[in-house]
């Protein structure tokens, strides 16, 4: 595990370091200091590969003026594709998991579908370019893919319209675009790329209890297959966010009741159904942390705004992976179990 980290860590500076000389005397300062040649480097606190990110992605909003939060919301969007499709999408840099195919990047028409040479790339309309200052343009290279994406989507200018102007061209599709903008407001908000954290829907102090139904046929609303957890608890019982993530939906929905929809930096879509109320201060475009409360357990739904007492009170959870033109419903069992107990132990510690 160490030397492979270390030597990430070696080949990132070395990236940087031509880059920043290659590119821009304004930030040669900041190189210095992870200069491995310079006796003051960090070496008893070595980067942990967020940091790395995070510094991947300053060093490169130096030189496009785009904010680091946006490119790491590209950067984390296209990761999440390829959890989804790791087949299609063979990651080719070291850090960032931007995927752009051979010829896309080469030219479709270009003979040479490895093309490195940035002229006979232009050329055959592909998009590669070179970021790090060494005269070609690499799909191994972690700068050269994040400067050929960034300098796409700017094209059009850095005004958040414009930047979704840029993504759309980019991308050709609106899912895609509000999925790197809502990665970017997360980011954004809290300033640092460590949000893996999750917490259990209820407080673990509660009384509430729930079986693996996700699959089974509904007792309620039809042939429609059970696509969630039902977490029978309290009316009233606290309600929390499962993950960091932009509340992408709040509101009435016939079978779901007031439900709110979650979306997290996975890609992940957090449904939230039958509650009792909402959190007063929470609104759709709202960014929220693992176990805030978003409203309350109850039992409304099947039927019309304001309908309720059709079923014993509950929290019906479910999660929805994005695989870019679908979303597609997996059992959060397992995830509950796992975040059930690391809560509990959390209470323990406290
Ligand atoms: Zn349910």
Known sequence: M??????????????????????????????????NTNQQVKTTTPLSISDEKKQLYEQLEAVTLLPWYWLAAIDQYERSLTKVMPKIRQATGQISAIFIDESRWAGPLNPNQQDEQILSIQWFGGIGKDGDGDGLAKRTSDLDLLYTVSSHITSFGLHEDQLANGLWH?????????????????????????????????????????????????????????????????????????AYGIVEIKGWNRYGGWRV???????????????????????????????????????????????????????????????????????PYPLLRKWEQADKQKRINN
């Not at 492979?4 to 500076?13: A, F, G, N």
């Open 261 to 331: 929809g979650i979306r997290d930096l996975d890609g992940f879509y957090h449904y939230f159904a039958h509650l009792s109320g909402f959190e007063k201060s929470l609104n759709k475009g709202d960014i929220v942390k693992p176990g805030q409360i978003i409203g309350w357990v109850g039992s409304s739904g099947y039927g019309n705004p304001g309908t309720q007492g059709k079923f014993p009170p509950h929290l019906h959870y479910g999660i929805y992976s994005d695989r870019g033109s679908a979303e597609w419903s997996f059992d």
């Open 2 to 35: 160490i030397p492979l980290k270390q030597s990430k860590v070696l080949l990132t500076l070395l990236l940087l370091t031509s880059f920043l000389f290659a590119n821009n005397d304004r930030v040669t300062a900041t190189s210095l200091t992870y200069n």
């Open 170 to 242: 980019y991308y050709k599709n609106s899912r895609s675009v509000q999925r790197v903008q809502q990665f970017a407001a997360i980011y954004r908000q809290f300033g640092h790329l460590d949000l893996q954290e999750r917490a259990f829907p209820l407080p673990t102090n509660a009384v509430y209890s729930y079986k693996n139904t996700w699959g089974l046929n509904r007792s309620w609303g039809g042939k429609r297959t059970h696509e969630g957890t039902d977490l029978f608890a309290r009316n009233g019982t606290p309600v929390r966010s499962t």
